[in-house]
């Protein structure tokens, strides 16, 4: 049933203020890790779009260190919530020899991260990492190792900040379970 025809309501998970509070944290800990980087080897952000793209314009504002930042797109959900299992990649990137950090919304089962893992690993970067704004241990089935998690949350259908249903949502400032 379309958005329009069900009644749908919005629980809140966290603020935007807890979210801003928590991604400085996290870019600190990206801008010691990555102390090395200067502007002939900056850290190379790769941001899986599209619901990573609000995530990722706040995180890079808080990186210190010289940074790039690139997309790739990645679909594995259509208009359901549940994974389809068929993940589609599309990215047009030269990256052996940087530093890359994959930067996601939402690590669910994990086969959409693990995929894109492997599709960068072949492309021989110098190191590559996983950062992720949600992280959902109770629904992985793909083991995944994240380096920068924002926030661990429940095995439920999340929304806002970027994060879409059915395209919907994105818009919201904080994040916020979708319950129908
Ligand atoms: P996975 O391949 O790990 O099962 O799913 C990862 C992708 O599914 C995420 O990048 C995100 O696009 C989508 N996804 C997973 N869980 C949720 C959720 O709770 N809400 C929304 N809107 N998308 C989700």
């Not at 958005?3 to 919005?10: C, F, M, N, P, R």
């Not at 994990?110 to 959902?136: H, N, R, W, Y």
């Not at 429940?154 to 806002?160: A, K, Q, Y």
């Not at 900040?161 to 979708?178: F, V």
């Amino acid at each position: 049933m379309s958005k329009e025809h069900t009644v749908t309501t919005i629980t809140p998970l966290f603020s935007a203020e807890t979210i801003k509070n928590r991604i400085q944290e996290i870019g600190k800990e990206i801008s010691d890790d990555y102390a090395g980087a200067t502007p002939e080897c900056p850290l190379h952000l790769v941001v899986v779009l599209k619901g990573a793209f609000i995530f990722a314009a706040d995180l890079v504002r808080t990186i210190t260190v010289p940074c790039t930042v690139d997309f790739i797109h990645a679909s594995s959900y259509g208009s359901e919530k549940t994974s389809s299992g068929n993940v589609v990649i599309r990215h047009n990137m030269n990256v052996a020899g940087r530093h890359l950090l994959l930067v996601e919304d939402i690590i669910d089962t994990g086969l959409t991260m693990q995929q894109i893992f492997a599709a960068l690993t072949v492309l021989q970067p110098a190191s590559l990492k996983i950062c992720s704004l949600l992280d959902k241990p109770e629904a992985r089935k793909h083991p995944v190792e994240i380096a920068y998690t924002g926030f661990k949350v429940p095995n439920t259908f999340i929304v806002g900040y970027g994060i879409d249903y059915n395209q919907h949502y994105r818009e919201l400032p904080s994040l916020g379970i979708l319950c129908s």
